[in-house]
């Protein structure tokens, strides 16, 4: 792939102790000043990969001064290979980028999160094949073939379980690859993957290697939040007006995103000179998202459903993924209300 995707960025090392990284981004132009004091309050985020149109509405708030105008003193952490769930749980950082999958698992497992807005508000990773095999025209047709995966927990289960919606018996062999799946599966090495369309289907068409998808929903598999915004619980509760600030603004970046994808796309890159060496690329990740991805049914950006939660979360309970501090399977469904919020959310 081109640059690597924030898809590939779970790795799930969960509850690690890491060492505090000081870095920050600046807050919100819809609330109030963070610091009546006129002190900007330092918040940092953590980022999951290296910057990405996943990050685009944090970068416009970045470029535009919103979190400026809030009071705050905003950093981002670049990815160091630990993830964003371990960072914000252990309260080496405020925020981070994460997905309800990882998220779910250390949640699980007792880290000290909370999602407080959801970027993406479905699925943007699918399953895909080379667009030339004729062979597989539905994940049926993935039985008793090679699947180029990531390592992540759950990742197998759900595989199966689309395979089997769609009529198949959900058994094929995995070989993990990290990123490099890509590759294996363009030179013909795996069968299929599980690409984000928003970006590596996209860099794939641009370089003349074009992909079938299939969507995990089309089978009858529960949707998720892709994308998340998550924040350390701690920290939320001792700190509610500067957390109100710092999730206003990003949902402003977001939903400018929403409204201009193309002048989005472009705050993107001025943010990060250098970083895309394919515009295009970026240009139509972003009009996608935009007309596909960043806003719930009644147009709004960043609201959760206890129903989208409880929907994929839920599926990760039953089928043992989700695992206690112990390391031992859930044996009730957690409580999923307690694991998101809407309340820092601008109102409608």
């Known amino acids: 792939m081109g640059i690597p995707e924030p898809t590939r960025s779970r790795i799930w090392r969960i509850l690690a102790v890491c060492a505090a990284l000081v870095v920050v981004l600046s807050g919100c132009g819809d609330a109030t000043r963070a610091d009546a004091g006129g002190t900007p309050s330092t918040i940092r985020i953590a980022l999951d990969w290296t910057p990405n149109t996943n990050h685009t509405g944090l970068f416009v708030a970045q470029q535009r001064g919103w979190f400026t105008d809030a009071g705050l003193d905003v950093q981002f952490l670049p990815y160091s290979g630990t993830s964003p769930d371990t960072l914000v749980g252990s309260g080496a950082a405020e925020f981070g980028i994460s997905f ?175 970083a895309f060496p394919e515009p295009e690329l970026v240009t139509r990740s972003q009009q996608l998202m935009s007309e596909r991805y960043l806003r719930d049914p009644s147009g709004r950006v960043g609201t959760q459903t206890l129903a989208r939660w409880a929907g994929f979360s839920g599926f990760l309970s039953d089928a043992g993924v989700l695992l206690d501090s112990s390391g031992q399977p859930l044996t009730v469904r957690p409580d999923f209300a307690t694991w998101f919020t809407d309340e820092y959310l601008a109102a409608p």
């Open 100 to 274: 309800q999958d990882s998220f779910s698992v250390s949640k699980a497992a007792g880290a000290d999160i909370t999602s407080v807005m959801a970027i993406l508000q479905h699925w943007a990773s699918e399953i895909a094949v080379r667009a030339d095999r004729t062979d597989i025209n539905s994940p049926k047709d993935l039985d008793g073939k090679v699947y180029g995966g990531f390592g992540g927990p759950g990742e197998d289960a759900k595989m199966r379980a689309v395979i089997r919606d769609a009529g198949g018996q959900g058994q094929f062999t995995t070989v993990v690859l990290g990123t490099s799946a890509y590759e294996a599966l363009y030179a013909g090495k795996v069968d299929f993957t599980e690409p984000f369309v928003t970006w590596e289907a996209i860099d794939a068409q641009l370089r003349g290697q074009p992909l079938k998808t299939f969507a995990y929903t089309d089978f009858g598999f529960p949707d998720a939040y892709s994308v998340l915004l998550i924040g350390n619980g701690r920290w939320l509760a001792e700190h509610p007006q500067q957390a109100r600030a710092f999730v206003q603004a990003a949902q402003r970046g977001y939903r400018f995103a929403a409204d201009d994808p193309v002048a989005a796309g472009t705050l993107l890159m001025d943010a990060n000179p250098g």
